[in-house]
T-cell receptor, first 112, second 114 residues
Framework: DTGVSQDPRHKITKRGQNVTFRCDPI?????LYWYRQTLGQGPEFLTY????????KSRLLSDRFSAERPKGSFSTLEIQRTEQGDSAMYLC??????????FGNGTRLTVT | QQPVQSPQAVILREGEDAVINCSSS?????VHWYRQKHGEAPVFLMI?????EQKGHDKISASFNEKKQQSSLYLTASQLSYSGTYFC???????????????FGPGTSLSVIP
């Protein structure tokens, strides 16, 4: 169990640029979640996958956000035309049906 | 819908006790408690699935009152290592697949000082 791995740890980008984050879940876990966390707030649900199927996407998520999990293993989260309001910590978590969510250390995005 | 937590913040001296409350205006199907230390990922503490259930390990325990749609986390004889932000979360489905999407509350910041 090597834990949930996220890459990169930090990303600084200019407004209007596209960014992509990667998450490698715990290998035995078939569920993968993306959350966003801003300072002083709890993790905010964005989307989640069971195997390669995206089961739910938050209504708060604009069309600029897209996530994929092509082979049911790692996942990517892409943000197009970034805005300053996108600055946050993006957390990935994984679980199985019988294990709780394990979080990665996150990717901190700063949009300048 | 996001659960509500109280208090927002608490400062304790080592050895003191604390209670963190979590409530929801909608039905609580399951309650998940996590702790996040500064700069680290949230870490799972425990899950409560049934009304009336109580769980605990070490000196941290929790209860779940399904009828009142409330849960409380109890920290007794607090240690410096208990410092962090505590989040409660609600599970999306009742009974089935306990570990599913979790909606988290805003958190309670706990600081334990010597």
């Amino acid at each position: 169990d090597t834990g949930v791995s996220q890459d990169p740890r930090h990303k600084i980008t200019k407004r209007g640029q596209n960014v992509t984050f990667r998450c490698d879940p715990i290998s035995e876990h078939n569920r993968l979640y993306w959350y966003r966390q801003t300072l002083g707030q709890g993790p905010e649900f964005l989307t989640y996958f069971q195997n390669e199927a995206q089961l739910e996407k938050s209504r708060l998520l604009s069309d600029r956000f897209s996530a994929e999990r092509p082979k049911g293993s790692f996942s990517t989260l892409e943000i197009q035309r970034t805005e300053q309001g996108d600055s946050a910590m993006y957390l990935c978590a994984s679980s199985s049906e019988f294990t709780p969510l394990h979080f990665g250390n996150g990717t901190r995005l700063t949009v300048t | 819908q996001q659960p509500v937590q109280s208090p927002q913040a608490v400062i304790l001296r080592e050895g003191e006790d604390a209670v963190i409350n979590c409530s929801s205006s909608k039905a609580l199907y399951s309650v998940h408690w996590y702790r996040q230390k500064h700069g680290e990922a949230p870490v799972f503490l425990m899950i409560l699935l049934k009304g009336g259930e109580q769980k605990g390990h070490d000196k941290i325990s929790a209860s779940f009152n399904e009828k009142k749609q409330q849960s409380s986390l109890y920290l007794t004889a607090s240690q410096l290592s208990y410092s962090g932000t505590y989040f409660c979360g609600t599970g999306a489905k009742k009974w089935e697949t306990s570990y599913d999407k979790v909606i988290f509350g805003p958190g309670t910041s706990l600081s334990v000082i010597p």
